[in-house]
């Protein structure tokens, strides 16, 4: 999923090793330039987590995401809070 705001893109894309997987949050120009990504994190733990969406309504993001395939979580935060998590 990716998401316009405030002149860039963002996206969550997610990495697999065995059986861990982890995030990262990456930013692109509206050209598709990368301009940044963050640092690897899980939501909740180390093993089987997919980001499956995000949205963005007003300073707030919501991600949704699913752990081991047997729950599935919507996360709503302050974007600049995420961003300060991440970095």
Known sequence: CIMERDGSYYAV???RDKSRYTHKLVEYSLEGKLLWQSK???FEQFGVEFCAGMAF???DVVLSYGVS???AILLKMKFDDFMG???
Do not use: M
């Open 69 to 71: 395939d047997k729950k």
């Open 40 to 42: 690897e994190f899980n």
């Open 13 to 15: 894309i997610h990495k």
């Open 57 to 59: 309504k007003g300073d």
């Open 85 to 87: 998590v991440i970095k």
